[in-house]
């Protein structure tokens, strides 16, 4: 029989982590809500699959092809933390994934092992607007509550202070599906890598977690034959590394991006890494709001004001409320530093 504590233990020796880019281990978020639950009636359970990072493609492809053990994985969340402790289930997608799979998970949810966890499962759908920013866990709570879109200031945590107050349980959709391996001990210490840009066989591959970015190009055949250079991570947020860094493992949401170096405009690039973080600012603190605008303006201009530039990039850098504005330094260093066109 699987019983609460069998659950977390099975999660905790298979050393699961959030796949949504944090990778806080998935032991200690579970245990987290339900010590907070004790104190409260009921709490809230929620299927982080926005995928706002431009070029991750994981969240859709596991929906698609595995929309059973992502249900049962939910199924195992509510088990643990009690079906009666918990009020609602959330699946949170954006529209593109909610129609072409949400009948997928739908037809699972109508087996009759899912019948009263089906009446309190609600599909939730991501914005157009403000999607990256959106899918920072205490901003989606701000997006279902109603309010704006932007992230709350913490502690203190969804885990314990989330959904209209109450103990919020919140994982990627990777997280739940490999909760679902573990628990029928099936877990293979995998991860799904979103391969993508300047290469051969371009897709989502599930491939060991600990593989470097090189042996993760070269296992799938996308080794380039040109010069590159390749964002990890994120397409918008990840770390710029030139072809001889790649000894080290895949990090984030699981995404490689490669470009050819000689046929990649710089200018094009960074405008466009410029104009993704300005229409995503959620625009609550001043540094993003008004540094995100100024960076893209500055760059339009000639001649180009390198020193202001540079100068709103260290503040976003020293100053920023959330991840999104702290990832634009990251993004524009790194490629600095790494890669001399």
Sequence with gaps: MTTASNILLKISEAGLVGRGGAGYPTAAKWSAVKTALKGKKQGYIILNGAEGEPGVKKDGYIVKHYPDAVIDGLYLAERFLGPEKIKKIYIFLNREYFESYGPGLKRVLAQKKYHLFSEK????IKPERLAYISGEESALLNLIEGKKVEPRLRPPYPTAHGLHGRPTLINNTETFYNVSLAVAGRYEERRFYTIGGAIKHPGVYALPETLSIEEVLRRTDNWPSRPFFVSVGGEASGEILNSG???SPVEGAGLVMVYDKERTSRHKLVKYWLKFYHEQSCGQCSICREGTYRLE????????????FWEIVDGLEESSFC??????PMVLKSYLNNIKN
Excluded: M, N, V
């Design 245 to 247: 860094q790649l000894s």
């Design 121 to 124: 499962t609600e599909f939730f």
């Design 297 to 308: 303006e500055i760059a339009a201009r000639k001649p180009f004001d390198h020193k202001l």
């Design 323 to 328: 991840a999104l504005g702290a990832s634009i």
